[in-house]
């Protein structure tokens, strides 16, 4: 098994430019988090989704947006990307939502200037 | 609002020497608590959670965390700690409304020395 995996591990954008960031487990998990890191804080909850064809907001999911066509894969998009999107992106999967723990990917470190 | 603190942002240990990462907590009625670490440049790991039952909750790598109500907390510890535990340790909390929301604290950096 992969896990989590998650492409790109890096990347810079431009003040306004999209891109999608990619996800995908073959755990078979219905669960899947995106989490974004900033330097010194703890993970707060993007977009979360509890099957195919599910989604739904968590703490902060302005600027963003999720679909999930597939058990699989979970991408994340950014439209118009800002500064305030720099981050660290965790994608997590897990069995159940509340006993069962969150496997992580090893994430995707943005910059926008 | 759930919430979850880690009072600490960096623990200082001796290897062999017992260590302690604090974490409290704020919500409303009966919490599913975690904690995972993080080592640098990759994804969060799970080290143990707390359901439900026994109050002192053992996990991987040696850790084991103690699940205190009365005081809302759910501190970390080892015995003994050793060089490679030096990484970044995170609480979490599921919302008990909506279990897949989690809430994270900010991190604690434990540094063991040798």
């Known amino acids: 098994n992969a896990g989590v995996t998650q492409t790109p591990k890096f990347r810079i954008l431009k003040i306004g430019q999209s891109m999608t960031l990619q996800c995908a487990q073959d755990?078979?998990?219905?669960?899947m988090y995106w989490y974004r890191q900033d330097p010194g804080m703890g993970l707060k909850l993007i977009y979360y989704?509890?099957?195919?064809?599910?989604?739904d907001k968590g703490e902060v999911p302005n600027g963003y947006n999720v679909s999930r066509s597939t058990t699989e894969d979970f991408p994340l998009r950014l439209e118009l990307a800002a500064p305030s999107q720099t981050s660290v992106y965790f994608c997590?999967?897990?069995?159940?939502?509340?006993?069962?723990?969150?496997?992580f990917g090893p994430g995707t470190r943005l910059t926008v200037l | 609002a759930q919430s979850v603190a880690q009072p600490e942002d960096q623990v200082n240990v001796a290897e062999g020497n017992p260590l302690t990462v604090k974490c409290t907590y704020s919500v409303s009625g009966n919490p599913y608590l975690f904690w995972y670490v993080q080592y640098p440049n990759r994804g969060l790991q799970f080290l143990l959670k707390y359901i439900t039952g026994d109050n002192l909750v053992k996990g991987s790598y040696g850790f084991e965390a103690e699940f205190n109500k009365s005081q809302t907390s759910f501190h970390l510890k080892k015995p003994s700690a050793l060089v490679s535990d030096s990484a970044l340790y995170f609480c979490?909390?599921?919302?008990?409304?909506?279990?897949?929301?989690?809430?994270f604290g900010s991190g604690t950096k434990l540094n063991v020395k040798p």
């Open positions: 755990m078979n998990h219905n669960y």
């Open positions: 997590a999967s897990s069995y159940s939502p509340d006993t069962d723990t969150q496997y």
């Open positions: 979490a909390v599921s919302d008990v409304y909506n279990f897949n929301k989690f809430y």
């Open positions: 989704s509890v099957g195919a064809g599910i989604t």
